[in-house]
């Protein structure tokens, strides 16, 4: 792991259905390895902007990581930028029932030459060991707990050794001390390796421990705070 990533948005506007639009951002620059987060009501645009970050879907405007502009790449070219630079964690986990806590967490190594496979492999071990899960590596998904699938998420999406970690609401459906676990455990992964962390999230607890804070209202950014611990 190198590090994080900066990165600068201008212009940005995503429009849905009638040409109503669902998020414009006329400007944004956060710098490599910060935590930032991402609140507003229900509704409001966040996972709009998450998506928008990870050239997930049609948008106008720029998106620049480091010195790449992903708006203007193909589809292809895209995609191959976000699988070397970009983890998601997905509000749904997005994991494979039958397969086992390793082989979710390495399952992008299907994507790679076999001479990575199993560099990626290891980093996903380690990742499940830093997390708590080392010891149930081989255990099928199927029969882990709302908390032990986040991380499972959350190893999965560090494996790759991305710059950059986008995580929707990675402690919904937590209870309260699984969550400020979770939060503790992946602060600690993402500071540990400087990695540009931008998680949307409606946890007042997991907010404070961000170095900035956007809020989102109507599609629109209303404001970018920084440090501001105690807010909520
Ligand atoms: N693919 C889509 N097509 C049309 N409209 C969409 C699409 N995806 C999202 N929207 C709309 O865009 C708006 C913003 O949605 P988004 O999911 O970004 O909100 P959010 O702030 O993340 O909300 P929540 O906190 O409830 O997850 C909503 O009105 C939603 O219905």
Redesign the pocket.
Known sequence: MTGGLPVSVSGLCVT??GGRV??SVSSLALPPGALVGVR??????????LYALAGL?AARGRVCWGDTDIMPLSAEKRARFRAGNIGMIFQDFLLFEELGAGDNAALSALFLPRAQRRELRARADARLSALGLGNHAGRSVASFSGGERQRVAIARAMASGAPVLLAD?PTASLDRGTADRLTADLIGLVRGNGTTLVV?T?DARLIDRMDRVLT?AD?ALVSDEAAPHGLE
Do not use: D, F, R, Y
């Open positions: 849905g259905a669902l998020l507003g009501p229900s509704g409001a645009g966040k996972s709009t902007l879907i609401e949307v409606h989102i599609g």
